[in-house]
Each structure stands twice: as structure tokens, then as C-alpha cells.
């Protein structure tokens, strides 16, 4: 293979963006991209498949079935992945490609501010899925306990801290490690975000909670003492994330995006709740996951590799020429450009990958009975339009947010992947409803 030609990522400063600005965009075969692709949505996927088997036996814990509303948390924390270490990925790799690592103050002053910041955003957006889901509760069942509100929030902070921070570390070392081999980040570092992000999130907040609903009983105040110790522990990283001047510009404009991202997830959290009563919805616990998983993967190697293409052809804020006037959000899917062809690689992965996991399913779990063919034709008609619409509707945001003058690496992969999440869920469910009315 051919040395890798560095893909710039997507969160530049506006001086980065200039320089980049009309440099001629590295060559890459269909070859290579699938290469390098592969592997690394495999890996994404398994992680999700393991998360899917994890969430099936957990949801018959104590805590999960006495606070039902943790599993309008789940899909919310899992999207953090695409909330908070996607967009790390991208911006380390920005990072890398441009050469902002050759210095050692410059590389640990932007790891450690990228950190801090991803640690302000987990411990606020735990504590807001947590209030969101209390309150969706309440509306659903028209009764509040409050002893139920503490442990969402304490097992909501707690494990999206802990998960952000062992994630970030290990992001650190991939983005990096990926430029010393010389391979694109662009096509690995998301995917190996999530591959990690889902079984890890899910797994602490299983053990979490349950440890802590246990201890609820006899010592009522340890969850609020929790809230309170990590709540306190913010201001110290945003002091921290001071360290470099683009995690601070990001501590006030990433909001927006991560907030919103978070709040759709928590609609795909609804659905998947209100599921878990329904016995011909059984099985959606169990392929949440990695539907919503594998579409929030695909969307986001898309997003990076979009938003690369602009950086090198137009400045922030003027769209490319094929991209004025009307705009087909199926442009991609017929054009042989760069963005087109890695459309038509990813659209195409979507049903063997998913064919690949819904078996490896069977196999671990060691069912008698294979899936049935009614069933497989419902799942990938449901993952193919899921993906299909995700991969139009991701052109048109990107361009939108380059054209509005946002970094699109902030704004649209919490968008993306929270879309995924929504459009995941609500698409699993019918499968299964209209399987109910066909078997």
C-alpha cells in the first residue's frame, strides 16, 4: 500500500483552514478505503453485538426492573460516543495531520484541554439525560419518586465520567498510534471509538447502578453525596480545559450540538422503554444496539470524510460549485467524486455487516432455531433505509453547517449519531410489529 497522504479531520481553527484551503486533496483508491474501512466496522460492530447481548441479560437486574426508566438512559449514554469521543477523534486527527503534535507543549496542552473538556461535557450531559429521563418517566407513569431521580442521576454522572475518561485515553493512543503506521484517521478513529464506547458505557452503567440501588435502602444519602462529589469536581476541569485555546473556544460553542444530540436519543431511550413490556417487542433490547451502533458508524466515517473534502476545496463558509443551488440529498449515492464513492462503499457495507452480526448473535448466544428469513428480511430492509437515509441526510447538514460557518466535526456527528439512535429504534420496533403480523 502506498504511504498514506494525511486526510485532514474537521475541527480547524480558522487560520488551519486557510492554509489547508487550496491544497490539492490526496488520492485514495476504492481498494484502500475498504481496506481500511473494514476492519474497524467489524470491530465497531462486534463491540455493539457484545453490547446488545450485555443489555439482553441485564434488563432483568433488579435495578432495571424496579427503575425502568434507565433505559430511557441507555441510548443517551451510548451516544456519548458520539457526543464526546467521535469529535475527539476528529480533532486529534485534525491535529496529528497538521503537524500540531510535532511540538510536546503544544501535543499534552491540547490532549490534556481536549480531556478536561470531554470531562465537563460527560459530567453535565449525565446529569441532564438523568433529569430527561425522570421527567419522561414522570409523564409517562404520572409518579415521581425521588430516591429513583438520585440514582438515575448519580449512575448517569458517574458512568459517563468514567466511560469518557478511560475512552479518551484510549482515543489519545489510536489517533496517534494510526499516525505513526500511517493510515488515514478519518476511516479508523470513529469506528474504533465506538467499538470500545458501547459495551464499555453499558457495562458500567449496569454495575453501577446496580451497586448503588442496592445501597439505596440503607443509606439513602450516598447517592446524593455521589452527585454532589462530582458535580464539584467540574470547575477543575474547566480550568484544565484552558490549557489550549481550542478546547476553551469549545467549552462555550459545543453545547449546542451535544445537548440536542442527546435530547433526540432520549426519544429513541422512550421507545426502547416502552418496549420492554410488550412481548412481541422482545427482541429489540437485544438489536438496539447494534442497529443504532452500526448506523452511527457508517453516518460518522461519512461526516469526517465530507467535511475533509470542503477544508480542501472551498474556505468556511463557500460551498464547492457542485454544491450550489439545488442539492439532492442523493447526490453521493450517483456521483463517482470521492464523497460518492465512499457513500457507495458504506451503503453496501450496511447489509453483509449486518448479516455478519445478527449471526454472530445466534452463535454466542447458541439457539436452537437460526433466525428465521422473515425476520432477516424485516431487520435489513429496516438497517438499509436506516443507513440510506442517514447517509443522504448527512451531505446536506455537512454542507449546511460549512455554509453557516460551523465546524462540522462539533456539530454533526452528536447530530448524526443521536439520528441514528432515533431512526434505529423506531425502525426495530416496526420491524418486529410487522413480523408480529405476518408469523
Same mark, same amino acid.
Given at each position: 500500500?502506498?504511504?498514506?497522504?494525511?486526510?485532514?479531520?474537521?475541527?480547524?481553527?480558522?487560520?488551519?483552514?486557510?492554509?489547508?484551503?487550496?491544497?490539492?486533496?490526496?488520492?485514495?483508491?476504492?481498494?484502500?478505503?475498504?481496506?481500511?474501512?473494514?476492519?474497524?466496522?467489524?470491530?465497531?460492530?462486534?463491540?455493539?453485538?457484545?453490547?446488545?447481548?450485555?443489555?439482553?441479560?441485564?434488563?432483568?437486574?433488579?435495578?432495571?426492573?424496579?427503575?425502568?426508566?434507565?433505559?430511557?438512559?441507555?441510548?443517551?449514554?451510548?451516544?456519548?460516543?458520539?457526543?464526546?469521543?467521535?469529535?475527539?477523534?476528529?480533532?486529534?486527527?485534525?491535529?496529528?495531520?497538521?503537524?500540531?503534535?510535532?511540538?510536546?507543549?503544544?501535543?499534552?496542552?491540547?490532549?490534556?484541554?481536549?480531556?478536561?473538556?470531554?470531562?465537563?461535557?460527560?459530567?453535565?450531559?449525565?446529569?441532564?439525560?438523568?433529569?430527561?429521563?425522570?421527567?419522561?418517566?414522570?409523564?409517562?407513569?404520572?409518579?415521581?419518586?425521588?430516591?429513583?431521580?438520585?440514582?438515575?442521576?448519580?449512575?448517569? #454522572?458517574? &458512568?459517563?465520567?468514567? @466511560? =469518557? *475518561?478511560?475512552?479518551? !485515553?484510549?482515543?489519545?493512543?489510536?489517533? +496517534?498510534? /494510526?499516525?505513526?503506521?500511517?493510515?488515514?484517521?478519518?476511516? #479508523?478513529? &470513529?469506528?474504533?471509538? @465506538? =467499538? *470500545?464506547?458501547?459495551? !464499555?458505557?453499558?457495562?458500567?452503567?449496569? +454495575?453501577? /447502578?446496580?451497586?448503588?440501588?442496592?445501597?439505596?435502602?440503607?443509606?439513602?444519602?450516598?447517592?446524593?453525596?455521589?452527585?454532589?462529589?462530582?458535580?464539584?469536581?467540574?470547575?477543575?476541569? +474547566?480550568?484544565?480545559?484552558?490549557?489550549?485555546?481550542?478546547?476553551?473556544?469549545?467549552?462555550?460553542?459545543?453545547?449546542?450540538?451535544?445537548?440536542?444530540?442527546?435530547?433526540?436519543?432520549?426519544?429513541?431511550?422512550?421507545?426502547?422503554?416502552?418496549?420492554?413490556?410488550?412481548?412481541?417487542?422482545?427482541?429489540?433490547?437485544?438489536?438496539?444496539?447494534?442497529?443504532?451502533?452500526?448506523?452511527?458508524?457508517?453516518?460518522?466515517?461519512?461526516?469526517?470524510?465530507?467535511?475533509?473534502?470542503?477544508?480542501?476545496?472551498?474556505?468556511?463558509?463557500?460551498?464547492?460549485?457542485?454544491?450550489?443551488?439545488?442539492?439532492?440529498?442523493?447526490?453521493?449515492?450517483?456521483?463517482?467524486?470521492?464523497?460518492?464513492?465512499?457513500?457507495?462503499?458504506?451503503?453496501?457495507?450496511?447489509?453483509?455487516?449486518?448479516?455478519?452480526?445478527?449471526?454472530?448473535?445466534?452463535?454466542?448466544?447458541?439457539?436452537?432455531?437460526?433466525?428465521?428469513?422473515?425476520?432477516?428480511?424485516?431487520?435489513?430492509?429496516?438497517?438499509?433505509?436506516?443507513?440510506?437515509?442517514?447517509?443522504?441526510?448527512?451531505?446536506?447538514?455537512?454542507?449546511?453547517?460549512?455554509?453557516?460557518?460551523?465546524?462540522?466535526?462539533?456539530?454533526?456527528?452528536?447530530?448524526?449519531?443521536?439520528?441514528?439512535?432515533?431512526?434505529?429504534?423506531?425502525?426495530?420496533?416496526?420491524?418486529?410489529?410487522?413480523?408480529?403480523?405476518?408469523?
Amino acid at each position: 500500500m502506498p504511504e498514506f497522504m494525511p486526510f485532514y479531520g474537521t475541527a480547524l481553527a480558522s487560520g488551519t483552514i486557510s492554509e489547508i484551503h487550496g491544497q490539492e486533496m490526496p488520492s485514495e483508491s476504492v481498494r484502500a478505503l475498504v481496506i481500511q474501512i473494514l476492519f474497524p466496522f467489524l470491530l465497531a460492530g462486534f463491540g455493539t453485538v457484545l453490547a446488545g447481548m450485555l443489555l439482553d441479560v441485564v434488563q432483568h437486574w433488579d435495578v432495571f426492573r424496579n427503575v425502568t426508566e434507565i433505559f430511557i438512559l441507555v441510548p443517551p449514554l451510548l451516544g456519548l460516543k458520539g457526543n464526546l469521543e467521535m469529535t475527539l477523534a476528529s480533532r486529534l486527527s485534525t491535529a496529528v495531520n497538521v503537524g500540531r503534535f510535532n511540538s510536546s507543549s503544544e501535543k499534552w496542552n491540547l490532549i490534556t484541554g481536549n480531556l478536561a473538556l470531554k470531562q465537563v461535557q460527560a459530567t453535565v450531559l449525565g446529569f441532564l439525560a438523568a433529569l430527561v429521563a425522570s421527567a419522561l418517566g414522570w409523564i409517562l407513569e404520572e409518579e415521581l419518586i425521588v430516591n429513583h431521580v438520585a440514582l438515575l442521576c448519580c449512575c448517569s #454522572i458517574v &458512568t459517563a465520567f468514567t @466511560a =469518557s *475518561l478511560l475512552q479518551g !485515553i484510549v482515543m489519545v493512543g489510536v489517533i +496517534v498510534g /494510526s499516525k505513526k503506521v500511517g493510515v488515514n484517521p478519518d476511516n #479508523i478513529a &470513529t469506528p474504533t471509538a @465506538a =467499538s *470500545l464506547g458501547d459495551i !464499555i458505557t453499558l457495562g458500567l452503567l449496569a +454495575v453501577i /447502578s446496580q451497586g448503588f440501588f442496592y445501597c439505596m435502602e440503607p443509606y439513602p444519602y450516598i447517592t446524593y453525596l455521589v452527585c454532589v462529589v462530582f458535580l464539584c469536581l467540574t470547575p477543575m476541569w +474547566v480550568i484544565l480545559s484552558f490549557r489550549h485555546s481550542d478546547s476553551q473556544k469549545l467549552l462555550f460553542s459545543s453545547w449546542e450540538p451535544v445537548i440536542t444530540a442527546m435530547m433526540i436519543s432520549s426519544l429513541g431511550g422512550l421507545i426502547l422503554d416502552r418496549t420492554i413490556t410488550d412481548p412481541k417487542l422482545e427482541g429489540v433490547v437485544l438489536y438496539s444496539p447494534v442497529i443504532n451502533g452500526v448506523g452511527g458508524n457508517l453516518v460518522s466515517i461519512q461526516a469526517s470524510r465530507v467535511a475533509t473534502y470542503l477544508h480542501f476545496h472551498c474556505p468556511l463558509g463557500e460551498l464547492p460549485d457542485d454544491a450550489k443551488g439545488f442539492y439532492s440529498p442523493c447526490h453521493n449515492f450517483c456521483t463517482t467524486g470521492p464523497n460518492g464513492r465512499s457513500a457507495q462503499v458504506l451503503l453496501t457495507l450496511a447489509i453483509p455487516g449486518h448479516l455478519v452480526f445478527i449471526y454472530t448473535i445466534y452463535l454466542i448466544q447458541g439457539s436452537p432455531d437460526p433466525p428465521t428469513a422473515v425476520f432477516i428480511f424485516f431487520y435489513l430492509a429496516a438497517a438499509f433505509t436506516q443507513v440510506f437515509l442517514l447517509l443522504g441526510i448527512v451531505d446536506v447538514m455537512v454542507h449546511c453547517l460549512w455554509k453557516w460557518g460551523r465546524d462540522p466535526d462539533s456539530f454533526s456527528i452528536p447530530y448524526l449519531t443521536a439520528l441514528a439512535d432515533l431512526l434505529g429504534t423506531g425502525f426495530l420496533t416496526l420491524c418486529f410489529l410487522l413480523m408480529s403480523l405476518v408469523t
